[in-house]
């Protein structure tokens, strides 16, 4: 069975502060890794995503994200935080021999004083 | 608007009840996702579609609830007999059988009383 932890359940930085959010996984096999954001009031949407190949993977807003296969994890990262990031943030995995299920972190809040 | 829709997008139901909620995914999505969400934890997988069929449903999801997805396009959860635990948001997602991201509806927020 797959899980997802998530080790920081809320953080709080100011404005231009860097951000790195920890997610590790528990799975035996090649995984797809996933990070998806949800704003308040909004639906979660995806924020990056790994499949294969460069570990070191970009996504919206300037955030990105490193695929560590030796040590399980997915850290989500940004170099100067806004205001506007001021959401939860969900680290998700699904297994490659069964693409429909995805196992989901419980989140970190993350509060971005101005 | 054409992403994923869930209705109703609140449902307040009295112990004992069934109630049944609605996704309509994106058009051309194979694959059709159900997760219940409760506060302070992320969503957790109940059951998934490709097409019609549906493919695995979670240990979590007991015999009260059923999901359905009778033309491989819209979907539908339903809960009989509803207990207080079940008050949750359930979220509807759905994916391109060759993609594996997943692009989620606004769910809808269970309460039972």
């Known amino acids: 069975a797959q899980s997802v932890s998530q080790h920081n359940h809320h953080v709080i930085l100011s404005e231009a502060a860097s951000l790195e959010l920890g997610c590790n996984y528990s799975?035996?096999?090649?995984?797809?890794l996933f990070w998806y954001v949800q704003y308040p009031g909004q639906h979660l949407q995806l924020l990056l995503k790994?499949?294969?190949?460069?570990?070191l993977v970009k996504g919206i807003k300037g955030f990105e994200a490193e695929f560590i296969k030796s040590k399980f994890s997915f850290n989500l990262r940004k170099p100067s935080v806004q205001w506007s990031d001021t959401a939860e943030y969900f680290c998700?995995?699904?297994?490659?021999?069964?693409?429909?299920?995805?196992?989901f972190g419980d989140g970190t809040t993350l509060t971005v004083k101005p | 608007d054409t992403g994923v829709s869930q209705d109703p997008r609140h449902k307040i139901t009295k112990r004992g009840q069934n109630v049944t909620f609605r996704c309509d995914p994106i058009s051309e999505h194979n694959r059709l996702y159900w997760y219940r969400q409760t506060l302070g934890q992320g969503p957790e997988f109940l059951t998934y579609f490709q097409n019609e069929a549906q493919l695995e449903k979670s240990r979590l999801l007991s015999d009260r609830f059923s999901a359905e997805r009778p033309k491989g396009s819209f979907s539908t959860l339903e809960i009989q007999r509803t207990e207080q635990g079940d008050s949750a948001m359930y979220l509807c997602a759905s994916s391109l059988k060759t993609g594996y991201e997943q692009y989620f509806g606004p769910g809808t927020r269970l309460t039972v009383t």
């Open positions: 799975y035996g096999g090649t995984v797809n």
């Open positions: 790994y499949f294969s190949g460069d570990p």
């Open positions: 998700a995995v699904n297994a490659w021999t069964n693409a429909g299920k995805s196992t």
